[in-house]
């Protein structure tokens, strides 16, 4: 047995583990009901049989059919830019604008080819005053701007 | 004449002050991601969406409405002077407005694209009005099983347009409509696939998924390039095409306005398609075909007159049906739902003010874009200088903000950031996003069209067969699929998206 098309094999593979999964998922724990009256389990399962069944058909013909390989992955910008949209929404309440965006900016700048210091930190401010102004002030949306620790000295 | 009082009315709502306030703002912010590559109209409405909760309905419609339409003018400027599209549905722009530039004469192609849009805008505009009305007093008499496959041909048409491997366009429809049912089940009250997160139990966010599976992954992929961009900008100096160069395109331009409205229509339909399909027509109808490829003007005025044609024609049925035909409707669907209106053909009777309002203001709009585009294209041409680097920050910035404020939990973000590895991924393995989000937005409602059909027809499956309207629906899904799975067919078409 041999890879032929490593694209379409794996593309097989996810989705027969998504179809398979959440039709398994779906038989154990929801009501299956009837054609009449279907259950919640009934959509979902119909979906992920198909799912699971067309991802089949993928996956085997991949051993027959010659296809393209998957481009080279590039866990830099990839890690680094999800770990900065994840970084900001769990540290905004505690750092305040001011901090996560210093983090979301400087991480995913990171994340690109060229990282220059001076340039990602005027970048940053600017941002930030931009974010105070229309989303806090103009939007009036509930971020706090400072740090929780250092709130009572910082007033903007 | 009713169309008339009906304009009027939607003139009246679109030229108060706010209303072209927000779709100045809107066809400016089109024109911007159009003209810079790597930003594309999905993602940007997605980012918006949240920030329009606070707006009225018909302003914050009015403005998502010109971004779309607007990204197809500023999109053919990045193509014509980069040789990169701004925007997806100006690829076949580059072919003959780069070489056009590159002969000098990047002003007249510019001068052309923009002309060429706006008559295809006016049109449009008009198409929609006429055909629009008959086409919701249709749909109103639409049962569940009509809906039922109505949508089915709607995905099935998706499938069939998307690029690449039709297998794999239908696994990702089916995984979107699957991922379109987490969240409690409004039957039963069960709830679904939520792993014992509290944060789904309302179901995943639409706008987080498209944040993710575009925003995220079109950054990333952006990042993987390297590359130096040439622009001509010392090169526009005189804009107004020639006689000859009208002589040359007014027939062009015609004809890529019909088949974009046409195109547009159809599920699946949209800008992009539109662009393709006038170019390949123009080629095998044009008397210079033997220029094309080589700067024919007529090579940049047709796809230009199609995809703006499209764009607007692909409202027709979102309003009337309150079906998505592609990913930048099914946006607009987010946007209705956010606002507490449920899209379908009741929208035309029971908020007029917003049909004819965004109706009239794609007219509107249109105009402002020329006035955006012919006079100020300098300062688009600056834009393209600035160094992606500097972009792709904001853009994550603006992103973060907007899917943080959808419930004030960080817990979206870590979703976003997902779903960002899940479209990365798919890129990797050629699976397109774009069906995905449609079936996503459809999951629900195909459900509950579903079981309410086979609920009336005591678990009848035949029922679907057994209406006229409904059975034609499906029997042009069987055919559609079935001619793309012949391999003849499936031959011509993966030639005409290698083109």
Redesign the interface.
């Known amino acids: 047995m041999q890879i032929k098309s490593p ?2 094999f ?2 097989g593979a ?2 027969i583990a ?2 398979a999964g ?1 039709a398994a ?2 038989i154990k724990d ?2 299956m009901g ?7 389990a009934y ?2 399962t119909v ?2 049989g ?2 699971a069944i ?2 089949l ?2 996956l085997l013909r991949a051993l027959a059919l010659k296809g ?1 390989k ?2 080279q ?2 866990f830099r ?2 890690l680094l ?6 970084a ?3 540290l ?2 505690p750092l305040g604008l001011l901090g996560a ?1 210093l983090l ?2 400087f991480i ?2 990171y ?4 990282f220059k210091w001076k ?2 930190l005027i ?1 940053y401010a600017g ?1 930030f005053v931009f ?1 105070v102004l229309v ?1 806090v002030k103009g ?5 706090p701007i400072c740090p929780e620790a250092i709130e009572d000295y910082c007033r903007f | 004449m009713e169309i008339f009082a009906n304009l009027a009315l939607g003139f009246g709502v679109a030229l108060s002050p706010f209303n072209l306030l927000m779709c100045l703002i809107g066809v400016v912010l089109g024109t911007l991601i159009g003209v810079l590559p790597g930003v594309g109209p999905v993602a940007t409405i997605a980012m918006l969406l949240p ?1 329009t909760f ?1 707006l009225d309905p018909v302003a914050a419609l009015i403005m998502l409405a010109g971004i779309y339409y607007g990204a197809q003018y500023g999109g053919s400027t990045t193509a014509i002077l980069v040789n990169l599209p701004g925007e997806s549905s100006s690829v076949v722009t580059c072919l003959d407005g780069y070489q056009m530039a590159r002969q000098g004469r990047a002003g007249p192609a510019l001068a052309t694209a923009a002309l060429g849009s706006f008559f295809a805008g006016c049109v449009a505009t008009l198409v929609v009005a006429m055909f629009a009305p008959p086409l919701a007093e249709v749909a109103l008499k639409f049962g569940p099983s009509e809906y039922f496959s109505l949508m089915v041909l709607g995905l099935v048409a998706a499938v069939v347009l998307a690029h690449g ?1 039709l ?2 366009a ?2 990702m429809v ?2 979107g ?2 991922l379109g ?1 987490v969240g409690t ?1 409004v ?2 009250g ?1 709830l ?2 939520a792993f014992g997160v509290p944060e789904i139990a309302d179901g995943i966010g639409f706008v987080t998924v498209a944040m993710g599976m575009f925003g ?1 992954a079109e ?2 992929g952006n ?2 390039q ?1 590359g130096a961009r040439e622009v001509f900008t010392s090169k526009v100096t005189h804009l107004w095409p020639t006689r000859e160069d009208f002589k040359r395109i007014w027939k062009p331009i015609l004809r890529g306005t019909f088949l974009g409205s046409a195109l547009g229509i159809l599920p699946g339909g949209g800008a992009l398609l539109s662009s393709f399909g006038a170019y390949t027509l123009e080629k095998q109808v044009s008397k210079y075909s033997h220029e094309f490829g080589k700067g024919a003007i007529e090579g940049v005025a047709a796809p230009e007159s199609a995809n703006n044609a499209g764009a607007q024609t692909s409202f027709i049925p979102l309003l009337t049906l309150g079906i998505p035909s592609n990913a930048v409707m099914a946006l607009m669907i987010g946007a209705m739902m956010i606002q507490g209106i449920a899209p379908g053909p009741q929208v035309m009777t029971e908020r007029p003010q917003l049909f004819w309002g965004m109706i009239v203001s794609m007219w509107i709009g249109n105009l402002m874009l020329v006035v955006l585009n012919l006079p100020l294209i300098g300062i688009w041409i600056k834009l393209l200088t600035v160094p ?3 972009l ?3 853009i ?2 603006f ?3 907007g ?3 959808l419930s ?1 939990n ?5 979703l ?2 997902m779903f ?2 899940l479209g ?2 798919c890129v ?4 397109e996003p774009a069906p995905m989000i449609l079936g996503f937005i459809l999951g629900p409602l ?2 509950e069209n ?2 309410r059909a ?2 009336l027809s ?2 009848d ?1 035949l029922v679907f067969f057994q209406k006229p309207i409904s059975a034609s629906f499906l029997v042009v899904s069987i055919i559609l699929l079935a001619i793309i799975a012949l391999p003849n067919i499936r031959k011509k078409r993966e030639e005409a998206f290698q083109e």
């Open positions: 694209k379409d794996w593309a996810m989705f998504f179809g959440m998922i779906a929801y009501q009837n054609a009449v009256r279907m259950g919640p959509f979902p979906l992920g198909l799912l067309l991802g058909v993928l393209e998957i481009g992955f590039h910008p990839l830019i999800l770990a900065a949209c994840v900001f929404g769990y905004l309440k965006l979301l900016v995913s700048a994340g690109g080819h060229e340039e990602v970048l941002l974010s989303f939007l009036t949306l509930p971020f | 920030i606070n491997s297998i794999k239908i696994c089916l995984l409509l699957m049912l089940d039957n039963s069960v679904r696939f995220l950054i990333i990042l993987e390297k992606y680097r500097w792709y920050p904001s994550l910035v992103m973060c903000i899917v943080f404020s004030n960080p817990f979206d973000t870590l976003m950031a960002g590895l990365y991924v990797k393995l050629e699976c195909m459900e579903l079981r086979m609920l005591r678990g499956a």
